[in-house]
């Protein structure tokens, strides 16, 4: 049986919806297709792992469900009861901003993409409750502390611009950053790579008791199957755009079935 | 009836080489709740990759794994990834031959986790988490320690702790006894007692099946292509 011949059941003992249902999204840049029908359903509470190549379109499908560019093609939904039905790419810029500060998070590989780096870190967590239109003073601090604490950054450093701070410390007010309105869809875009060992897996620990903990949805991208194995429910692979196997992460780590996964797998140390 | 495994098969295509490689096929078996299932072979001709199979760890090729869960009949073998995860969250355990410690979680938070899952308090499930390695006669003094640096018989104590503290409808138990001494081996035979009574199927692969007499109900002998072990052990190799 070919891996396009098979097609599982659709869930059936589940009751719960998908948080997420993205289909069919392609994007263009030029004359180059960098994403080709990508579809992902994703349950509330769920973690899945995205793997693959550089230039594989990994880090695009995060950057379009961060609503941060616009797709060439597609749907995106959330069920999150105000966005019921609404195809999230068809909203205005205000809306995508709206929908961004309240209900995605995200952390990218480089923290210059994500943080304002000469601004104190608890002014960086605040902003994203300022976008939420909180305007007390003590409300904001109090909150900003309560995100970094729960990240495990040392609170007493909390007004420390990030240039000043450790790649690892950095990476966690990226993540408080994130969860500070707590949203219901956390995007990683390879959170631990250029971290050492001790301080990447301060993150992941970090990362499993907040999703456990807030209940969020994650998609995490990385190239480091590690990672993956520790974090993810289920497993996307991609390469040139495409999706070219998907499901439980330990059947596609352990019985890959697409040649280039298989390759992948045999390639980890 | 709990499981029922029809014309169950498994084939690994291995694209470098670009040839199926078969593991097991043809397999038919039922097992009802309450009995323990042996599964007996040659090295090599599939015993735990029909666990993995069951487990959905493995894609299997071809054939059928009815499971009787409290939601209804389901084929393990073309349930959606989803069913799977959440049979596996409630109803089905897998009992591995290692531990997976991982960083920064101690022994005690490892066993407890399952319980703390399924909404119990934190106190009442580091206190069953206690229990379960007592039972399993791991020091105390390494409770709070980190098992990445634990011995292979101490890592399987907190493995056997982990995969058991909690009933489940199926438990599939890949060799569980491997690396362990005689006072573990007491105490997981003792384990699976309870759980039998409780009316827990189970389906296992034991290094040395004397160590469950008087516990196994049915054999499920399985004969398989002992031509191709050494590629399937290059792929067990790979798998980890």
């Known amino acids: ?269 | 009836m709990i499981l029922k495994l029809e014309s169950f098969s498994k084939n690994f295509f291995i694209h470098h080489i670009g040839r199926d490689v078969p593991a097991f096929g043809g397999i038919n078996a039922t097992l009802e709740a309450g009995k323990l299932m042996l599964v007996a072979g040659a090295n090599g001709v599939g015993k735990s990759t029909l666990l993995r199979c069951i487990h959905r760890s493995y894609l299997p090729s071809a054939g059928s794994a009815w499971f009787e869960s409290t939601q209804g009949l389901i084929d393990l073998a073309r349930a959606s990834d989803e069913d799977i995860a959440w049979l596996r969250r409630r109803e089905i355990g897998y009992v591995a031959q290692f531990l997976r410690p991982r960083p920064r979680v101690s022994a005690l938070e490892l066993v407890a986790e399952p319980l703390f899952h399924l909404g119990m308090s934190r106190p009442r499930s580091l206190e069953r988490a206690e229990e379960m390695l007592d039972t399993f006669g791991l020091k105390p003094e390494l409770w709070q320690a980190y098992p990445s640096t634990f011995s292979g018989g101490e890592q399987q104590k907190v493995n056997l702790a982990r995969a058991l503290i909690r009933p489940r409808r199926l438990l599939l138990l890949d060799e569980p006894t491997a690396s362990l001494d005689t006072q573990a081996r007491a105490a997981l035979k003792t384990r699976l007692e309870h759980l039998k009574a409780d009316g827990v199927a189970m389906i296992g692969v034991f290094h040395h099946p004397e160590d469950m007499e008087g516990l196994i109900d049915a054999t499920l002998e399985i004969r398989g292509t002992e031509l191709l072990d050494p590629i399937l052990e290059e792929l067990e190799y790979v798998a980890y």
């Open chain 1, 1 to 269: 049986m070919s891996l396009l011949e098979m097609t599982l059941d659709a869930p059936r003992l589940l009751e719960m919806q998908p948080l997420l249902r993205v289909n069919n999204l392609c994007k263009n840049y030029g004359g180059i297709r960098a994403l080709e029908n990508v579809s992902l359903h994703v349950y509330p509470g769920e973690v899945l792992g995205i793997v693959g190549e550089s230039g594989s379109g990994k880090s695009t499908v995060l950057r379009l469900l961060n609503l941060e560019e616009p797709e060439t093609s597609g749907t995106y939904q959330l069920e999150i009861p105000e966005l019921l039905g609404q195809n999230l790419f068809e909203l205005n810029r205000f809306q995508k901003r709206e929908t961004r500060v309240h209900h995605i998070g995200i952390v990218y590989q480089n923290p210059h993409l994500g943080l304002r780096m000469h601004k104190s870190s608890s002014g960086n967590v605040a902003e994203r409750l300022i976008l939420a239109g909180e305007k007390r003073f003590a409300e904001l601090r109090r909150a900003a502390r309560e995100s970094l604490q729960a990240s495990e950054f040392p609170i007493a450093r909390m007004d420390e611009p990030p240039i000043h701070l450790s790649g690892g410390m950095q990476q966690r007010v990226q993540l408080a950053k994130a969860i500070a309105m707590k949203p219901k869809l956390l995007l990683l875009d390879e959170p631990t790579t250029g971290l050492d060992v001790s301080v990447q897996a301060l993150v992941l620990d970090t990362l499993k008791r907040l999703q456990f903990e807030l209940e969020m949805t994650m998609i995490l991208v990385s190239h480091d199957l590690g990672v993956i194995r520790t974090l993810a429910d289920r497993v996307m692979v991609m390469r040139g755009g495409r999706v070219v196997e998907s499901g439980l992460t330990d059947q596609v780590l352990e019985d890959p079935q697409h040649a280039y996964t298989q390759q992948l797998v045999h390639a980890k140390l």
